[in-house]
């Protein structure tokens, strides 16, 4: 009897959870169509879905039909809307998305094998070392490309890698690696490379604002293939993390208690952290330091579905998209009532709006909260 | 009295006066030039009084040293920055020990500054508030200069004038600069249209910034008989969506050419301006109106402003020059 209800409560849990997960890939895919109608220029809602339409082959003929209709100034017009939806909104948006999901994942993994609520996708000195692969880049080697991959990108996801290895093999004692001297060196090894940011933006002169508007971050005018560069990274290492959501439940109830539980915690350790550490590193590599969301999307996520990993993992991930996605929307027309064509860069607005938006959610909860 | 005696008293006077007066001229102590030293108003509405010409000159920004060298007083100045690079190579000169660096242009080096025993400082705004201000505190005559306009600058260089005893050279380089540019206006005021144009601060995958109708290269534009596609921005520098760029069309992309032969500018090569994504539309890419300026002339508030507006006119309206 009590194995029955236990098998019950579990299947009700988990047809629930497939719920929250479907429910949270409608609402992205609601935000991205609604995104993608949100900019400073005007375009009608069904402009866009003959821009849309005409990438479709069936739909292509009917757009052509219509467009013959066009006097030449208006088809230049839907020519330049086009290239607005197709080269500028829809790459930020899919940027969006997959940085979102990548800061989101790791923060949940690097929150779940650490057991520290402040931990967040760049604990590992994954920010400083990207600022740093960058800053060094922009200094000395701009102006060629690696396998067509901007030279700053690669520079990035390097930098960030090479903090993570130096910050794990500085903490490993024997073949353990103890979460707390985990933390204090990826502290450390933070506070060292920002320094020689600094340092370098003190030397830079005329490339100094080069490295600042790196160091702010933001995806205003991304490349298709700045994107596909890091898609596989995000996305597989997102799935793999995902085998491993038993295991981060496990690690909650502590090391030693998931020892015994039979969980091989170093081995299993180490994959987290590499994996979680390559999504940081090709996230931050797009989008420059996005600050706040692999801290806050797994808390707020922690809030409404519970603790448990199998559901927090994806629908943290999913919901990191919603969010930087959301936040970029903002990004791109919060000045626009004012006449404007100002634009902020994402950053800010994931910390202006998210801190207080995470405050709120607190203070309904008001319970006690736990990891 | 012998009359050998009466000439030589003549001539001795005669050289003393001649003497006197070479002296008088060459340190600049006439009455006139005396008087301008008083009350010198700068940018910052800060008002300082000098005893005497100043021989030991720092300036601490491009633009002001621009301005002391058009004015001719190369052997007086002691340090320039390390920004500084018209209208000589001056880290060449730093390196081989002919005149001292500030140190850095953002965060000047006080010591070095101390140690030069200046009897003027010129320096910029901005990022140089805070060490005007300890500097000032340390007693030293600091003229801040940080126009915002072509008249600022006109301002700045009879200022500097004033504060040197080259009151005569300043008027000099004013009335030509603006006769050069007055020269511009009337022969772009026959140009059938004006171009739309687009100044570009910076682009890169993570932002775009332009300038307003606030920013310095506002004027220019307006002077070379151009429109700026944000001049009904009111502000400086500012990150704009590039979706309003292409929304406002314009027919010319000013693109700076990050001068210091120092790597390539950030925008790339031409093709990667052209291929910018969502951009093919733009009237300057499909009609050939991509112009690379010198970011250095462009960005300077300084006695080159004659020059860049000469060019920015020449390649908004090619058929009149």
Known sequence: MGADSTENAYFRRASRWKFIVILLIVALIVTMIISLNVGYAHISFADILKILGKQVPILNGYVDSTLAALSPDELRTFQANAGIILQMRLPRIIAGVVVGAGLAASGVVYQGVFRNPMADSYVLGVSAGAACGASISILFGTGFTVFGLRVVQVAAFIGALFAMFLVYNISRVGSRVPVLTLLLCGIAVNFFLYSIVALLEVIAGDELHAIVFWLIGGFSNPLWSDIWAVFPFIMIGIAISYFYARSLNLLAMGEETAQHLGLNVERVKQILLVLASLVTAAAVSLSGLVGFVGLMVPHVTRLIVGPDHRILFPASAIFGSIFLVICDALARVVATPFASTLELPVGIITMLFGAPFFILLFRKKKESYAL | ?321
Not at chain 2, 145 to 152: K, S, V
Not at chain 2, 178 to 206: C, F, G, L, Q
Not at chain 2, 224 to 239: K, R, S
């Open chain 2, 1 to 321: 009295m012998n009359t050998k005696y009466v000439i030589a008293t003549v001539f001795i006077i005669a050289v003393i006066a001649v003497t006197a007066f070479i002296y008088v001229y060459y340190s600049g102590q006439t009455d006139s030039q005396l008087e301008a030293l008083l009350n010198l108003v700068d940018d910052t509405k800060y008002k300082t009084s000098l005893d005497a010409i100043p021989s030991r000159i720092v300036s601490m920004a491009p633009s002001t040293t621009e301005i002391v060298f058009a004015l001719g007083l190369d052997d007086k100045v002691v340090a320039v920055s390390n920004y500084c690079d018209y209208p000589y190579d001056f880290s060449a000169w730093i390196e081989a020990g002919d005149i001292a660096s500030i140190g850095d242009f953002t965060d000047p080096n006080m010591e070095v500054i101390a140690s030069l025993d200046p009897d003027l400082i010129l320096a910029t705004g901005g990022v140089q508030a805070p060490t005007i201000d300890t500097l000032r505190d340390l007693g030293y005559k600091v003229l801040v200069l940080n126009p915002a306009d072509i008249n600022g600058v006109m301002q700045n260089i009879e200022l500097v004038g004033n504060a040197t005893g080259k009151t005569a050279e300043a008027a000099a380089l004013i009335d030509g600069i603006t006769n050069r540019i007055d020269a511009v206006v009337d022969k772009v005021a026959n140009a059938e249209s004006m171009p739309t144009v687009y100044y570009e601060v910076w682009y890169d995958p993570t932002s775009l910034w332009t300038a307003g109708s606030k920013a310095w290269q506002n004027e220019l534009i307006e002077k070379a008989g151009g429109v700026n596609i944000f001049a009904d921005q009111d502000l400086e520098y500012f990150q704009s969506s590039a979706e309003a760029v292409v929304e406002r069309n314009p027919d010319i992309m000013l693109l700076p050419a990050q001068g210091m032969g120092f790597g390539e500018p950030f925008w790339g090569s031409l093709d990667d301006v052209k291929a910018r994504p969502g951009w093919n539309t733009v009237s300057a890419i499909q009609n050939d109106g991509l112009v690379e300026v010198d970011s250095n002339t462009i960005a300077r508030a300084g006695p080159r402003v004659a020059d860049i507006i000469e060019d920015l006119a020449k390649a908004f309206h090619p058929e009149l020059f």
